[in-house]
């Protein structure tokens, strides 16, 4: 989240009322994130997050938003999307597409624990059957072909053995995603970036989650995956906490059971999520956009989990 499109308050005011949300009586951008244009917007009647879209279209929105409504209406702690008089919940400020959705109680557990990693496991396992359901189709938009088509764009600013890294990696997801095995795996709309700050607790408590706005559909155990690297990894050095992994898989487990075929590539997997967010992180980072509180995030990160992926593949031994 950031400020690219500057919202007036007036502007947010009027978007209130139309939504029947209230008087406005605070708009505050949010500096976190680094795709859309994001504000706390607080009304009379409560709080709530508008989104001005950067790069999503009309026509590519539908599938998060109402994916968000979907799981929202089964019970998924997600924040649900506002609608106008008519029902539509995809509006428009400054051209651009723009949503308004409930801001989630509580705040983010930035140094989670094996109790931490067990709520967040059984609760997308919940989301992964919640979502069997939904109608709407849209490809991983950050999945294998914008990784194919990112990496000889980012190549010019690597050193060698990074270049030679990234490569070699991009061949083996390429194998990986053309052979039987891969194609057998269950999917269906996964989030594709649950971080810890796309989390929310109360105390010790999971609230919710949010920021859906990479989801698209793909196996759940790239989702499992993604996870694995956010929530269950030393920050410092890309290692994996096996504790933490073993007990969120454990808890996703007991929930939707992982599959024999699913245990067999999670290391794979693992690899080809620290590849997805190493190349994002590249891209971000050499070829910015102009945005008021714009940080971009330090691609050196998913560098050393990649590394640490491949030299110490890690196995979910279901116990």
Known sequence: ????????????????????????????????????????????RGEYVLTLFERLTFEQLPFYLHLMKHLAQRGIPVPEPKGDASGEILHALYGKPTAVV???????????????????????????LAGRDYPRHQPNLRGLAWWTETVPVVLPYLEPAQAELIQDELAFQQALAASPAYAQLPRGPIHADLFRDNVMFEGDTLTGFFDFYFAGVDTWLFDIAVCLNDWCVDLATGRLDEQRAQAFC??????????????????????????????????????????QMLKAHDPAHFERILRERRAQPWHYLRG
Not at 102 to 128: I, S
């Open 250 to 291: 454990n808890a996703y487990d007991r929930v939707r059971e992982i599959t024999h075929d699913e245990c067999r590539l999670l290391p794979a997997l693992m690899r080809a999520g620290a590849l997805r967010f190493w190349i994002s992180r590249l891209w971000d980072y050499h070829l910015p956009r102009d945005a």
């Open 1 to 44: 989240m950031a400020v690219f499109t500057p919202v007036t308050p007036d502007d947010a005011a009027a978007l209130a009322r139309r939504l029947d949300l209230g008087t406005l009586t605070e708009l505050r951008g949010i500096q976190s994130g680094i795709e859309n244009t994001n504000y706390f917007l607080t009304t009379d």
């Open 102 to 128: 409930d801001k989630l109680r509580g705040q983010h557990q930035l140094a989670p624990d094996q109790r931490h990693c067990e709520q967040v496991g059984a609760m997308l396992a919940r989301m992964h």
